[in-house]
Nanobody
Framework: VQLQASGGGLVQAGGSLRLSCAAS????????MGWFRQAPGKERECVAT????????YYADSVSGRCTISRNRDKNTATLQMNSLKPEDTAVYYC????????????????????WGQGTLVTVSS
C-alpha cells in the first residue's frame, strides 16, 4: 500500500500550489483522508481532512480560506489546492489515510491515521 504525494515546490509568497496524493495497493474510496505538514523543528500538524464521501471537510485555522481539499473516490486520489501562500506555510506536506472505513472529517491527529505518503516539500519565499 502506497500513498504518493506530489506537487510541492518553490513558490513566492502569494502564489499557489496544488498537491496531489495518489493511492495504490488498496482503495481508500471509503476512508477519511487528510493532509498534514511538518515544518523544521516543529511537530506534524493537520492541515485539512475530508470525509469518506467527500461531503465534509476540515481546515486548520492557519489555512482556512486559502486551501481546499478534495478527493476523487473513483481515481483513489486526494488533492490540496493552496492559494495565497505565506512563508509560514513552508513545510513538508504529507497525505494520509485511515484504515477504518467511513467516518467524518473529525480525525485530526497523527495517531488517527494509518497510511502515510512520503511527503512533498513546499517552500514559500518572501
Amino acid at each position: 500500500v502506497q500513498l504518493q504525494a506530489s506537487g510541492g515546490g518553490l513558490v513566492q509568497a502569494g502564489g499557489s500550489l496544488r498537491l496531489s496524493c495518489a493511492a495504490s495497493g488498496r482503495t481508500f474510496s471509503n476512508n477519511v483522508m487528510g493532509w498534514f505538514r511538518q515544518a523544521p523543528g516543529k511537530e506534524r500538524e493537520c492541515v485539512a481532512t475530508i470525509s469518506w464521501s467527500g461531503a465534509t471537510t476540515y481546515y486548520a485555522d492557519s489555512v482556512s480560506g486559502r486551501c481546499t481539499i478534495s478527493r476523487n473516490r473513483d481515481k483513489n486520489t486526494a488533492t490540496l489546492q493552496m492559494n495565497s501562500l505565506k512563508p509560514e506555510d513552508t513545510a513538508v506536506y504529507y497525505c494520509a489515510a485511515r484504515a477504518s472505513p467511513y467516518g467524518s472529517n473529525r480525525y485530526r491527529s497523527v495517531q488517527e491515521y494509518d497510511y502515510w505518503g512520503q511527503g512533498t516539500l513546499v517552500t514559500v519565499s518572501s
